[in-house]
């Protein structure tokens, strides 16, 4: 990979999201260093370097790169950047009313240093959106996906089969952004919503599908395929 091109992953355009804190930060900086050289006060110049840290930090975090998500409709790519912390069989969110039968569920636990830019796994049409208001726990914990708060998404797939996408919020993410709306007609890799500041995303697959990823595999969002459907 060229240097050119790993700087694109770092420094990319910053999601919408991030324009209250970008303008609240720069606008704050600048004051800040502003009433330092007036005042020749080395504490606002401290704070006025706290803050240009805060800005860069929010350019770094609210990053959204391009994806280049496989051109193929039998597969399932994982919805948010991090790693696996759990893949197991559980019943799917009594919200979307999928039924009690078991279906592999993939947990991605996003850490502050991730995209947290969420991606469709699979075109299809959303049929149900469920929010679910509840705890902030550690977001890496498995009991997180039932207690902490969430945004829940099923998606139809073209020929009928269901798959949901769950956004969990951890411990100290305060704001679940979700940007579509039931029937609307979604090609995977498309951009579905962000959470702000460590969390955490759950695929649940259709019935029959087997996982082809594994408990600490760093996913890529929009690329990794995480099922063969």
Known sequence: MSLL??????VSRPHPEARPFLLASGVATTLAYWAAARLRCPMLRRAGHAGLGFFGF??????????ATPAR????????????VSVEKV????????????VWRIATFL????VHV?????????????YHPGLFLNASLDKASEQNERNALSLTLPDGRMLAVVQIAGLIARRIVCSVKEGDKLEAGERFGLIRFGSR?????????????????????GETVMARL
């Not at 991606?119 to 469920?130: F, L, M, S, Y």
Request: include cysteine.
């Open 58 to 67: 929010c350019l770094y975090f609210f990053r959204d790169p391009e994806r």
């Open 91 to 102: 019943a799917p969110p009594k919200e979307l009313d999928m039924g009690t039968t078991p």
């Open 111 to 114: 850490s502050v240093l991730d």
């Open 201 to 221: 995303t759950d695929l649940y697959l259709p019935p029959g599908v087997e996982p082809l990823v594994a408990v600490g595999q760093t996913m890529v969002g």
């Open 73 to 84: 409709s039998d597969v399932a790519v994982a919805p948010a950047d991090g790693h696996i």
């Open 5 to 10: 091109s790993s700087l694109k992953l770092v």
């Open 118 to 130: 969420n991606r469709i796994p699979a075109a299809g049409t959303v049929t149900r959106i469920a």
